[in-house]
């Protein structure tokens, strides 16, 4: 299992504009990191060229970029879009969406991590919010897999903007949703800050999910204001999380999430900050295969 980080961790700055990709790219890889997970909702909020007809050229030019730099992609994180609820820009929604997944394929991601939709209906939720998130998911499902990429469906926290609970809180909401899509292309990214801040069992949940899980989302938590920090800052709790995942021997992806932990950071700071920050995650690492060989050891003395 090696580290990896989403190309937003030095995206988001309080003060100036957001910071290209490419020179995150750059940054992480003097850090020290070598894998990668492709932020596709931020390159849609921050370059002109993803939203023009030139945007598979930019994406070629990144991928170029990464292997000068000795960087992979080992998932995605596609474009946000809320299907169960069509707005006036549902055309374009789908349009960025396809192309987060074509992109994705581009640059030899294997994942793009996407997020279910809460219907909402009459002030109250959606009773077909459940049917709705099957047959999208099928739908881009095919889709993905026509471009050698599948979807990777991210467990949810808090409530809409109306007050509704969020669809997928729980693991055994997102594990029925996965098992009725049943489409091999068609995964689980676990969010161990969105477990947190919902008080799940995390070692229940990834136990419920452990055949399914292929992703991660690691960061941490103070509360819902205030989240994707660096683990250890917050309010999750790491030992649960970590023999979570070691019980059920998860050896996918194991990566940060983490855009709120650099943007009050001086830019003459953010390498360092970005080097303890690999620091932390290596070590976390290490901590989590210890403890799945002890499990290994355990399991053979049964």
Request: some cysteine; charged content about 25%.
């Amino acid at each position: 299992m090696e580290l990896s980080t989403s190309t937003n961790i030095c995206f988001e700055r309080r003060q100036g504009d957001y910071i290209p990709v490419q020179e995150s790219m750059r940054l992480c890889a003097s850090a020290g990191y070598r894998k990668l997970d492709f932020g596709f909702a931020e390159l849609a909020l921050s370059s002109p060229h993803f939203a023009g007809p030139a945007w598979r050229e930019e994406i070629g030019e990144i991928k170029k970029l990464a292997e000068e730099l000795g960087l992979s992609f080992v998932q995605a994180h596609g474009t946000i879009w809320d299907f169960c609820n069509p707005g006036q820009n549902e055309e374009w929604c789908k349009e960025l969406f396809c192309r987060s997944i074509q992109g994705a394929a581009i640059l030899g991601a294997p994942w793009v991590v996407v997020h279910p939709s809460t219907g909402c209906c009459g002030g109250g939720p959606d009773p077909d919010t459940h049917r709705k998130n099957v047959a999208f998911f099928q739908e881009y499902a095919a889709y993905a897999a026509n471009l050698g990429t599948g979807l990777a469906i991210e467990n949810m926290w808090g409530k809409t903007r109306t007050g509704i609970p969020r669809y997928a809180l729980q693991a055994e909401e997102l594990l029925r949703l996965v098992e009725d899509v049943n489409c091999r292309q068609v995964r689980v990214c676990w969010d161990v800050e969105h477990g947190s801040i919902e008080g799940l069992d995390q070692r229940k949940a990834l136990r419920l999910l452990k055949d399914y899980l292929v992703a991660t989302h690691i960061s941490d938590e103070t509360g819902p204001d205030h989240i994707h920090i660096l683990p250890y800052l917050g309010h999750a709790d790491w030992e649960e999380i970590l023999d979570g995942l070691a019980a059920i021997q998860y050896d996918g992806t194991f990566n940060f999430e983490i855009q709120h932990y650099l943007p009050g950071v001086p830019e003459e700071l953010l390498l360092p900050a970005l080097e303890f920050s690999y620091k932390v995650g290596d070590g976390m690492i290490r901590r989590l295969e210890q403890r799945k060989e002890w499990y290994l050891r355990a399991r053979k003395r049964w």
